[in-house]
């Protein structure tokens, strides 16, 4: 009987300590809940409150600037009331896309090199050596194509200045490269092996097997790495300001001086008051960077919709 009692007794302390348990792991677990579900509001809320703000400040542009004329005017002059962003966008949408005609075949290049021909001790040495790339100061690429890029373009070329879209783009080619490299390595790493083995055991070479299974089967993991790269430079400020050579004029060829929007909001933001129309045209044009930015974000959402 005592022992009954006992038996009963330690049962009784059993089943009182794993209620104690299972309550303190589920206040725990709703703690964490909770503070998973906040983080992403104030993460939510802080975008929605970015987007409002730019938007609504530099929709402001339009009370004294027609939309015709802020958008399709080349004619940039502040201070006689002329705010023509044509120039800026155009400038923008050339150099990211010289950028992208540059940087992501080599960077396909080097991933298919990193990923399918590169021996085992290469693969440890380059796959750090890109991660370091990633990891630079914009203004270390901008200072270096400031003093030595454009000095050899100028000495190759015979051009005056050697500032302009060029310029910028091979800078941010280098810049963007890495993260096109890596991103692009890891989507074609993942592939199944079985894939490479079938199509080897039908007869392919390596470069059959690369171009034709390979290649296909992580083409949404090598698009999202392009947009990334593409998303990088759109918004890259320091290294193109350096470079480009910030004059508001359409150019005339490669090695013409010009500006993008970044550039032109990075120089002229610190000498304008924030009430005036100077101030909501430069507004607008971060506005454009930011609907242009999450765009971007929203293709490589669906890339990996249809990659699943």
Partial sequence: ???????????????????????????????FRLFCFFSVLILGLSLLSIIIFVGRT???????V??????????????????????????TLSLTGL??????????????????????WLKRILRPVLDLLVGIP?????YLGLTVLIPFLRNITGATMGDGLLAAAIVLNIMVLPTISRISDD?????????REASYA???????TIIKV???????????????????????TMAVVMVIGNTPQLPSDLLTPTSVLTSNIVNQIIDVEFDSTWNYALYMMAFLLLLISNLLIIIIRKLRVKGA
Wanted: aromatic share 12%; hydrophobic share 45%; no cysteine.
């Fill in 1 to 31: 009987m005592a022992k009954m009692l006992q038996e009963l007794r330690g049962s009784q302390f059993t089943n009182r300590y794993e209620k104690r348990i299972t309550k303190s792991t589920y206040f725990q677990n709703r703690m």
């Fill in 58 to 64: 530099g929709l402001l542009v339009f009370k004294d």
């Fill in 66 to 91: 027609s939309f015709q004329e802020f958008f399709f005017s080349t004619t940039w002059e502040p201070y006689d009331d002329k705010f023509g962003a044509a120039t800026f966008i155009l400038g």
């Fill in 99 to 120: 950028t992208l005609l540059l940087a992501a075949p080599i960077s396909i290049g080097i991933a298919i090199f990193t990923s399918e021909i590169a021996p085992n």
């Fill in 138 to 142: 914009s203004i270390v690429y901008g």
């Fill in 187 to 195: 989507a074609i790493s993942s592939v199944p092996s079985e894939l």
């Fill in 202 to 208: 039908l007869g392919s070479t390596r470069m059959q």
């Fill in 214 to 236: 390979i290649l296909p089967a992580a083409s949404p993991g090598i698009f999202t790495a392009v947009i990334l790269g593409m998303a990088r430079s759109i918004g890259e």
